[in-house]
């Protein structure tokens, strides 16, 4: 059972575009009136205050009129996996701290979406993978992807790890970052028939390069011409 309605981002690896793709889903649902949330359980990287952590992205890209410290509580400036910026700060996190921050983000919301971080298999705890807190959470999963060349085995290796562990996938969303080389790779136009054919998943969009500022109205124009969103409001109806 759900602790709460939501939705959990991850990846094939870090820098795949989980933040972008999180504020755009975040965006679009709240055009259409569902009184969307966003999470960040763990981030690594930068420093809270900073402007360059996920949660500040996800708050600035969404609009939404949160604090930093309320959608990420645990933030480490190590640019290191989770478990080890968190050992490094001296700071013992465990599975049920992030569970029980999970539920201080979700209030007041209708659902939440939920950003991982990097992929499945990263270590967030001392025993807590990501993929154990999406299951811990009750939340079905939504991977994002590179467009360009060897996406296919990662993305297909991540959506196998997820099924062992039992996590529904309700799909891929390619990301095409900023865009550098794609026009060069020849595997772009075949990826997704060999992503949907080898993992069983259907992939609900491409997102494009995003030229100048980012805000809410682009990231929901760019989700209506993009991205199929009704696999993602069945999921999130469940």
């Given at each position: 059972m759900?602790?709460?309605?939501?939705?959990?981002?991850?990846?094939?690896d870090?820098?795949?575009?989980?933040?972008?793709?999180t504020a755009?889903?975040?965006?679009?649902l709240r055009a259409?009136g569902?009184?969307?949330?966003?999470?960040?359980p763990?981030q690594s990287?930068a420093q809270?205050?900073?402007?360059?952590?996920?949660?500040?992205r996800?708050?600035?890209?969404?609009?939404i009129p949160?604090?930093p410290?309320?959608?990420?509580l645990?933030?480490f400036?190590?640019?290191l996996?989770p478990l080890?910026?968190a050992?490094q700060?001296?700071?013992?996190v465990?599975?049920?701290?992030l569970?029980?921050?999970g539920?201080?983000?979700a209030?007041?919301?209708?659902?939440?979406i939920?950003e991982?971080?990097?992929g499945a298999?990263?270590?967030l705890?001392?025993?807590?993978?990501?993929?154990?807190l999406?299951?811990?959470?009750?939340l079905p999963?939504?991977?994002?992807?590179?467009?360009?060349m060897?996406t296919v085995?990662?993305?297909?290796l991540?959506?196998?790890?997820?099924?062992?562990?039992?996590?529904?996938?309700?799909?891929?969303i390619?990301?095409?970052?900023t865009?550098d080389?794609?026009?060069?790779?020849p595997s772009v136009?075949?990826?997704?028939e060999l992503?949907?054919?080898?993992?069983?998943?259907?992939?609900?969009?491409?997102f494009?390069?995003?030229?100048?500022?980012?805000?809410?109205?682009v990231?929901?124009d760019t989700?209506r011409k993009s991205?199929?969103?009704e696999p993602?409001?069945r999921?999130?109806?469940m």
């Open positions: 759900n602790i709460f309605s939501g939705l959990f981002i991850t990846g094939t870090t820098g795949v575009g989980k933040t972008i793709v755009a889903l975040a965006a679009a259409e569902i009184h969307a949330g966003i999470w960040k763990v990287g809270l205050g900073s402007g360059a952590t996920d949660a500040e996800l708050l600035r890209y969404t609009g949160e604090r410290e309320t959608v990420a645990f933030s400036a190590a640019p996996a080890i910026a050992r700060a001296n700071i013992s465990t599975l049920k701290d569970v029980s921050a539920k201080t983000a209030r007041g919301y209708e659902t939440l939920v991982g971080a990097g298999a990263v270590p705890t001392e025993d807590c993978l990501t993929a154990d999406i299951l811990e959470l009750g999963a939504l991977i994002v992807a590179r467009s360009g060897g085995n990662h993305t297909a991540t959506a196998f790890f997820l099924q062992q562990r039992k996590i529904p996938v309700i799909g891929v390619m990301n095409d970052g865009g080389g794609l026009d060069q790779d136009a075949t990826n997704v992503i949907e054919h080898i993992s069983g998943h259907r992939v609900l969009g491409r494009p390069v995003l030229q100048g500022e980012i805000h809410p109205q990231l929901v989700v991205i199929d969103l993602v409001r999921a999130l109806a």
